[in-house]
């Protein structure tokens, strides 16, 4: 037996009205809801994201659907060799030691 990773995406949905929130649960799993800000958080399979978020958009209490952009996102820090050192200006530096005030 593999395992196999299931890629998934987060959908954010604005809502015209916060109670009706739980019916989004058939469409992925409900991470969020926010009552004041009027939005939900769905994560769902990356393959089922075009056709649900367009059912999605049909609910009457929908404003307006949003997908996520962090799987578009390179995450690697430095990944292209771009090392750079810090110098330090020796003009720049006093001779003398900082009092307790400046600290």
Known sequence: MTFEVTQRRSVIVHLKNVRQA???RRFGVVSYI???????????????VA???ALIERLGFVS???LSHWPDVDTT???QGDGFELSVDPSGLADEPAEEEEL
């Open 51 to 53: 056709t649900k978020s």
């Open 22 to 24: 739980r019916q989004l």
């Open 64 to 66: 307006s659907v949003e």
């Open 34 to 48: 926010s009552e004041k800000m009027k939005y939900a958080v769905i994560y769902m399979n990356e393959a089922d």
């Open 77 to 79: 820090v430095g990944s």
